[in-house]
């Protein structure tokens, strides 16, 4: 098992958070919470289903009339609060993070800081939430239009970001002056949970914020059915993503879905090929490369394409494989065996259909959930992995010719979540960044998320957008009020 030694203990809880309580399945069943790396058990948590889920549905439903009341400077200032516990507990809730879902601890530093930046960015949003007044068309009446918030929001993440994407959809919803009833994937609700003591700490009223985990069928149903749920915000895959808002449809609930993506990374003939490679790293091996705006194909023109395999070859050979705890570690495991399997098969079919696995000097995977770093060459538009998200650290490299090319490659997918190119051109900024069909473009950056912008997708990437002032509309509704009889 493993022992993990934090400075406040009571972060690591397995029970559930529901109005304020800290509560066990009522049937009082568990489910097993394990290292990926070492395939140690970490904690058990309680496993629940429609009736916890709907005792919190209720809980915030009961909370949300006190909560949307107050002014935003005081939602700010809870806000506030629970941004500075976190920051303050961050190396403890870095190392949880780490141990259940298997990121470098670097990283795992990181994505608690980025999810703080979204509490921090929101609760000074919080205190502008703006109306507006529109010319009538008679000199008695005066048109008014205030934004009021949505209501219950059902919030469901992913095991990649378990802290930050829970962080991002918070934030927003409680500045509105929502309240939330949160699902985190079962692999990693140690985070989230550790959350929601931070934010009880920091004095958020009970039933603002509840949390559980378990029976993901039980409690999607219980959270799509509930007309008490207003809105739902999910990030994870396209197909669960299309059953969600299909489910949602029965009670007309607002959904926000940032899904899928098959992001390219382009490199011009002209781009400045350190920096490309560069970019190129950050953006496909963070993470071991399981991130939605993960490159997945990299666009080389032909000119320079062995020039750059060769500088990415080099700085591939820097990477080390291993336990996200060890020192020095910069690739972890993925989260389970099944998606380690899912990877190396995506491999070996690329290379029964003509790609080639680039020699490198990476040691063979160190347990089951293990994929080393892999450079695919000779990659073509017709192998499957080219369609795919591999959401793995397998970067596969293809062939270009001519711009009109690259930027037809790059829009032949469904998704459009995130895209990347590389040039020196300053004109060329301006006419791939406008032809490449995306939500999200990155001109010689290879990380663009950050709090103030607006992330998400179009396409079967999805709808909706986190961060940036953008990311309270989908929180809001909008009220129109029409007073007349007002004589001059």
Same mark, same amino acid.
Request: aromatic share 6%.
């Given at each position: 098992?493993?022992?993990?030694?934090?400075?406040?203990?009571?972060?690591?809880?397995?029970?559930?958070?529901?109005?304020?309580?800290?509560?066990?399945?009522?049937?009082?069943?568990?489910?097993?919470?394990?290292?990926?790396?070492?395939?140690?058990?970490?904690?058990?948590?309680?496993?629940?289903?429609?009736?916890?889920?709907?005792?919190?549905?209720?809980?915030?439903?009961?909370?949300?009339?006190?909560?949307?009341?107050?002014?935003?400077?005081?939602?700010?200032?809870?806000?506030?609060?629970?941004?500075?516990?976190?920051?303050?507990?961050?190396?403890?809730?870095?190392?949880?993070?780490?141990?259940?879902?298997?990121?470098?601890?670097?990283?795992?530093?990181?994505?608690?800081?980025?999810?703080?930046?979204?509490?921090?960015?929101?609760?000074?949003?919080?205190?502008?939430?703006?109306?507006?007044?529109?010319?009538?068309?008679?000199?008695?009446?005066?048109?008014?239009?205030?934004?009021?918030?949505?209501?219950?929001?059902?919030?469901?993440?992913?095991?990649?970001?378990?802290?930050?994407?829970?962080?991002?959809?918070?934030?927003?919803?409680?500045?509105?002056?929502?309240?939330?009833?949160?699902?985190?994937?079962?692999?990693?609700?140690?985070?989230?949970?550790?959350?929601?003591?931070?934010?009880? /700490? %920091?004095? @958020?009223?009970?039933? +603002?914020?509840?949390?559980?985990?378990?029976?993901?069928?039980?409690?999607? &149903? =219980? *959270?799509?059915?509930?007309?008490?749920?207003?809105?739902?915000?999910?990030?994870?895959?396209?197909?669960?993503?299309?059953?969600?808002?299909?489910?949602?449809?029965?009670?007309?609930?607002?959904?926000?879905?940032?899904?899928?993506?098959?992001?390219?990374?382009?490199?011009?003939?002209?781009?400045?090929?350190?920096?490309?490679?560069?970019?190129?790293?950050?953006?496909?091996?963070?993470?071991?490369?399981?991130?939605?705006?993960?490159?997945?194909?990299?666009?080389?023109?032909?000119?320079?394409?062995?020039?750059?395999?060769?500088?990415?070859?080099?700085?591939?050979?820097?990477?080390?494989?291993?336990?996200?705890?060890?020192?020095?570690?910069?690739?972890?495991?993925?989260?389970?065996?099944?998606?380690?399997?899912?990877? /190396? %098969?995506? @491999?070996?079919?690329? +290379?029964?259909?003509?790609?080639?696995?680039?020699?490198?000097?990476?040691? &063979? =995977? *160190?347990?089951?959930?293990?994929?080393?770093?892999?450079?695919?060459?000779?990659?073509?538009?017709?192998?499957?992995?080219?369609?795919?998200?591999?959401?793995?650290?397998?970067?596969?490299?293809?062939?270009?010719?001519?711009?009109?090319?690259?930027?037809?490659?790059?829009?032949?997918?469904?998704?459009?979540?995130?895209?990347?190119?590389?040039?020196?051109?300053?004109?060329?900024?301006?006419?791939?960044?406008?032809?490449?069909?995306?939500?999200?473009?990155?001109?010689?950056?290879?990380?663009?998320?950050?709090?103030?912008?607006?992330?998400?997708?179009?396409?079967?990437?999805?709808?909706?957008?986190?961060?940036?002032?953008?990311?309270?509309?989908?929180?809001?509704?909008?009220?129109?009020?029409?007073?007349?009889?007002?004589?001059?």
């Amino acid at each position: 098992m493993t022992t993990l030694k934090l400075k406040c203990p009571e972060l690591l809880t397995g029970r559930a958070l529901i109005g304020g309580s800290w509560v066990n399945a009522l049937d009082g069943g568990t489910r097993s919470v394990t290292n990926p790396a070492t395939g140690d058990l970490i904690a058990e948590i309680t496993d629940c289903g429609a009736e916890e889920t709907m005792a919190a549905i209720t809980a915030a439903d009961r909370a949300l009339h006190e909560w949307r009341q107050l002014s935003g400077k005081s939602r700010s200032q809870f806000l506030r609060g629970w941004h500075d516990l976190i920051v303050y507990h961050l190396e403890d809730l870095a190392n949880l993070l780490t141990a259940e879902q298997g990121k470098p601890l670097a990283e795992a530093r990181g994505e608690i800081a980025y999810g703080a930046s979204y509490i921090e960015w929101f609760a000074e949003e919080a205190k502008r939430i703006y109306g507006e007044t529109i010319p009538a068309r008679s000199s008695d009446q005066r048109i008014v239009c205030t934004r009021q918030p949505v209501g219950v929001v059902a919030c469901i993440t992913p095991w990649n970001f378990p802290n930050a994407m829970l962080a991002r959809k918070i934030a927003p919803a409680l500045a509105a002056g929502c309240t939330v009833v949160c699902k985190p994937a079962n692999e990693t609700p140690l985070s989230a949970l550790a959350l929601g003591v931070l934010a009880e /700490k %920091a004095g @958020i009223p009970a039933g +603002v914020i509840n949390i559980l985990a378990g029976r993901t069928e039980d409690i999607g &149903e =219980a *959270l799509t059915s509930s007309p008490n749920v207003r809105k739902l915000s999910f990030t994870g895959s396209t197909p669960v993503g299309k059953k969600l808002v299909a489910a949602c449809a029965g009670t007309m609930k607002r959904t926000s879905m940032e899904l899928g993506g098959n992001a390219p990374f382009i490199v011009f003939d002209d781009a400045n090929l350190d920096k490309a490679v560069q970019g190129a790293m950050a953006s496909k091996f963070r993470n071991a490369g399981q991130t939605c705006v993960c490159t997945n194909r990299i666009l080389v023109q032909s000119s320079v394409y062995d020039s750059f395999k060769a500088k990415l070859l080099v700085a591939m050979k820097d990477l080390v494989v291993g336990d996200g705890a060890d020192k020095g570690v910069t690739v972890g495991p993925l989260i389970h065996e099944r998606a380690a399997w899912n990877v /190396k %098969a995506m @491999i070996d079919r690329a +290379v029964a259909q003509g790609a080639q696995v680039v020699p490198d000097h990476h040691p &063979e =995977a *160190l347990g089951p959930c293990f994929v080393r770093p892999t450079l695919l060459d000779q990659v073509t538009t017709d192998m499957d992995i080219v369609q795919q998200e591999i959401f793995g650290p397998v970067a596969p490299l293809m062939r270009f010719e001519t711009e009109e090319e690259a930027i037809r490659i790059a829009n032949d997918t469904p998704f459009g979540l995130a895209s990347y190119f590389y040039t020196a051109d300053a004109a060329r900024v301006w006419r791939v960044s406008e032809a490449l069909d995306y939500g999200m473009v990155g001109v010689n950056e290879g990380i663009i998320s950050n709090e103030a912008a607006p992330f998400g997708g179009i396409k079967e990437s999805g709808h909706g957008r986190e961060g940036s002032r953008h990311g309270l509309d989908d929180y809001l509704d909008i009220k129109y009020l029409c007073v007349g009889g007002i004589e001059q």
